[in-house]
């Protein structure tokens, strides 16, 4: 039976997504959104798959002499697998979730997506040097003790029950597709016989035929069996073998479920501390190149003269239009204080490149502080994400905005992904007086919380919140609460609906995280989230967001945002003052 078979076994009676830890709750949609920090970014290259290369994609043409008509899903599979025969991994991993979504009971379109994200995962791993280093340095044993840990997490908290001969099937083709990747080949297996390399592949799953999968014990013997004969047969290290083991079991039980690598789990605490070592910028992966969303004040970028709207077409001599762009983008990711060389092309159409240091930079979370009618004092703030200083720097905009006599407040969460549940929560908590604001359910008691508004400190000015298609996680929890209390008024499009909590573990045995769905969420109504998102109540269809770049790089006025323009009409017949209670 191939991959794609056995896959497609699985799907059929897999768990259906759904989506606080005892480490810090987090809340974020990684591939949902293409937008990112100037650390983050998926790669994608590879070489042919062997005999997985029917399986993976080709081409289809349709002749017009005979039109073959496809529905809906057979219309999405076969764009998919296109982008799949560009190896365009990134790309195919967000087009099925989106047309997961139309589709939700395709079994086709899930097992594409899970070999799109094992494909598109062995990549950016292999260009991580620090899981390339703890590849040269951990033992096979040390290894094993990693996925023993991760095993007992998923076991004990992760927010569906665990199927461990799923979790099995899933590391074993996660180690198949690196076999066939040209990142993990070169590094791993340079001197080995091709063919011998791929009749390993093509047999490792024949080799587990008949190994149990009762229990997670079972699996940590099946995987260092699979290490010892992969080290005896092609010289290949045991560490590497049990690692793919472990990624692949752990990235495809969800979309938001992954393994962190040292330098990936240090990122994660300093974006919810609020800062990171990089250049800088917001980013938004284009077909072929990078638009920059936004450049962070005083940070690396801005003193080399980078402003937004302005697009990256190559870093460090790799081109855009030569590698996916998001690969492009995972090579500003590097040691704090080394450089990165960056080509620019400016809104004029001119090139530069540029030598930019990689520094921690402070992420501002609360931005475009003004008055969109001044007339009717109608104030304005966009929250980009929520982490831990988002409480305080959203009070400090309130604070500004009514020493100038506001009367009524917007607040934009479009293209937010999400950040902290507790962020979310106490931002609610200052337009709420009372009230539930969220639930979480688990499958562990202990991720079951109800969380309740308290009146003192409950900012009483009419409100408008914007939200549209990449509001999610933490957005929605906000978004959800203040539509469900009819605090004030939800306007844009319908939120992307990722109602789900991640815990971030650190594991013991070595620097791995793991960052683990553990609960689901739901609005205060008792609504999920998850797939639902969030539904305006006045529905405007998306436009530019005021003061972010066009495609031609030209900053978006006020009149031109559609939806803040509906939101601020909205709001400005109620002259209300704002005041404290």
């Known amino acids: 039976m191939d991959l794609v078979a056995r896959l497609n076994n699985l799907s059929r009676c897999r768990n259906r997504l759904s989506l606080p830890a005892s480490a810090v709750i987090l809340i974020q949609s990684f591939l949902a959104t293409g937008t990112a920090t100037a650390q983050e970014f998926p790669a994608t290259d590879s070489r042919s798959p062997g005999n997985l290369t029917s399986q993976v994609a080709s081409p289809v043409a349709i002749t017009e002499a005979a039109p073959i008509p496809v529905d809906g899903e057979q219309s999405a599979i076969v764009k998919g697998r296109e982008l799949e025969a560009n190896r365009m991994w990134g790309e195919a991993i967000r087009?099925?979730?989106?047309?997961?979504?139309?589709?939700?009971?395709?079994?086709?379109?899930?097992?594409?997506?899970?070999?799109?994200?094992?494909h598109h995962d062995v990549n950016r791993r292999y260009q991580d040097q620090s899981y390339l280093a703890s590849i040269r340095e951990m033992s096979t044993a040390q290894t094993l003790d990693v996925y023993s840990e991760i095993l007992a997490n998923l076991q004990?908290?992760?927010?569906?029950?665990?199927?461990?001969?799923?979790?099995?099937?899933?590391?074993?083709?996660?180690?198949?597709?690196?076999?066939s990747e040209e990142k993990f080949v070169d590094r791993l297996l340079a001197n080995a016989d091709p063919a011998r390399v791929e009749n390993f592949r093509q047999t490792i799953h024949h080799k587990l035929q008949g190994r149990s999968t009762a229990t997670r014990f079972d699996l940590r013997a099946s995987a260092a069996f699979v290490a010892a004969e992969a080290e005896a047969e092609l010289g290949l290290s045991g560490t590497a073998v049990v690692l793919e083991f472990l990624s692949g079991a752990v990235s495809t039980l969800d979309?938001?479920?992954?393994?962190?690598?040292?330098?990936?789990?240090?990122e994660m605490f300093s974006n919810i501390e609020g800062n990171f070592v990089g250049l800088g910028l917001e980013l938004k992966a284009k077909a072929d190149c990078l638009q920059i969303l936004s450049v962070i004040e005083k940070g690396p970028a801005e003193e080399m003269g980078i402003r937004g709207g302005e697009k990256i077409i190559a870093v460090d001599g790799v081109r855009t239009d030569e590698e996916e762009p998001g690969y492009v983008a995972d090579l500003l990711r590097g040691p704090e204080h080394s450089y990165a060389a960056v080509t620019i092309v400016g809104v004029d159409?001119?090139?530069?490149?540029?030598?930019?240091?990689?520094?921690?930079?402070?992420?501002?979370?609360?931005?475009?502080v003004h008055f969109v009618d001044p007339v009717n004092r109608v104030g304005?703030?966009?929250?980009?994400?929520?982490?831990?200083?988002t409480t305080r720097d959203v009070e400090r905009a309130l604070w500004d905005l009514q020493r100038q006599k506001m009367r009524s407040l917007i607040i934009d969460v479009r293209g937010n992904p999400g950040g902290l549940l507790s962020a979310a929560v106490e931002v609610a908590d200052r337009f709420m007086s009372d009230g539930r604001i969220l639930t979480t359910r688990g499958r562990n008691v202990r991720e079951n919380f109800d969380y309740a508004a308290h009146r003192p400190n409950t900012w009483n000015v009419p409100l408008a919140v914007l939200i549209d298609g990449d509001s999610?996680?933490?957005?929605?929890?906000?978004?959800?609460?203040i539509a469900d209390s009819g605090r004030g008024v939800i306007v844009g499009e319908t939120s992307y609906g990722k109602g789900s909590v991640q815990g971030i573990f650190r594991m013991q045995s070595a620097k791995f995280g793991l960052c683990l769905t553990t609960a689901k969420f739901y609005s205060p109504s008792g609504r999920a989230i998850s797939h639902n998102g969030v539904v305006p109540t006045v529905p405007v269809p998306?436009?530019?967001?005021?003061?972010?770049?066009?495609?031609?790089?030209?900053?978006?006025?006020?009149?031109?945002?559609?939806?803040?323009?509906?939101?601020?009409?909205?709001?400005?017949?109620?002259?209300?003052i704002s005041r404290l209670p």
């Open 380 to 389: 304005y703030l966009r929250l980009t994400n929520f982490q831990k200083t």
């Open 472 to 481: 999610a996680s933490a957005s929605e929890i906000f978004a959800g609460a």
């Open 349 to 368: 159409g001119n090139e530069r490149t540029i030598n930019v240091q990689r520094r921690r930079v402070e992420v501002p979370c609360v931005e475009n």
């Open 255 to 266: 979309p938001y479920t992954r393994l962190l690598s040292p330098m990936q789990l240090d």
């Open 542 to 576: 998306a436009t530019r967001i005021a003061a972010r770049p066009d495609d031609e790089g030209r900053l978006t006025l006020d009149a031109e945002d559609a939806v803040l323009q509906k939101a601020a009409e909205q709001l400005s017949g109620r002259n209300m």
């Open 156 to 179: 004990t908290h992760y927010v569906e029950d665990v199927d461990w001969a799923r979790v099995q099937v899933h590391g074993t083709a996660a180690l198949e597709v690196a076999l």
């Open 95 to 118: 087009h099925y979730e989106k047309a997961s979504r139309d589709y939700p009971e395709s079994t086709s379109l899930y097992q594409r997506m899970v070999i799109s994200r094992l």
